[in-house]
C-alpha cells in the first residue's frame, strides 16, 4: 500500500518562506509521477505543482509559478516543495499526491490514485 506523509507546515508571516516534504512508501517511487494539490477553507482543492518520474519536467498553478518550485531526491523517496514570498491567500491544507500510472506527468487531479493527509500552511498578513 503506498503511503504519503507531508512535513515542513506552518505559520510564517508574508513574504515569508516554508519548504514541504513528502516521504513515500509501498511501491518503486522513480517511475511514477508526484504532485502538490491545496485546500483552502470553503475552497476545492486545487493544482499547485506536479514534477515528473524523473524530475526532468515540471509543472506549476500560475497562482505560484515563480515563488514556488517542485523537486524530487528519488533516492530519498521524497518530493519537496519549496514556497517563497509567501502570501496570506497561499493559506491552504498542502497535499502530495502519488500518480495511479507511471512514466508521465499530470495536473489533474483524477489522475493521482493516492494522497497525503495534508500539512496545513497559515501565512498572515
Known amino acids: 500500500q503506498v503511503q504519503l506523509v507531508e512535513s515542513g507546515g506552518g505559520l510564517v508571516q508574508a513574504g515569508g518562506s516554508l519548504r514541504l516534504s513528502c516521504a513515500a512508501s509501498?511501491?518503486?517511487?522513480?517511475?511514477?509521477?508526484m504532485a502538490w494539490f491545496r485546500q483552502a477553507p470553503g475552497k476545492e482543492r486545487e493544482f499547485v505543482a506536479a514534477?515528473?518520474?524523473?524530475?526532468?519536467?515540471?509543472y506549476y498553478a500560475d497562482s505560484v509559478k515563480g515563488r514556488f518550485t517542485i523537486s524530487r531526491d528519488n533516492a530519498k523517496n521524497t518530493v519537496y516543495l519549496q514556497m517563497n514570498n509567501l502570501k496570506p491567500e497561499d493559506t491552504a491544507v498542502y497535499y502530495c499526491?502519488?500518480?495511479?500510472?507511471?512514466?508521465?506527468?499530470?495536473?489533474?487531479?483524477?489522475?493521482?490514485?493516492?494522497w497525503g493527509k495534508g500539512t496545513q500552511v497559515t501565512v498572515s498578513s
Open positions: 499526491a502519488a500518480d495511479r500510472g507511471p512514466f508521465r506527468i499530470a495536473t489533474s487531479e483524477s489522475n493521482y490514485a493516492y
Open positions: 509501498g511501491r518503486t517511487f522513480n517511475i511514477y509521477g
Open positions: 514534477i515528473s518520474w524523473s524530475g526532468g519536467s515540471t
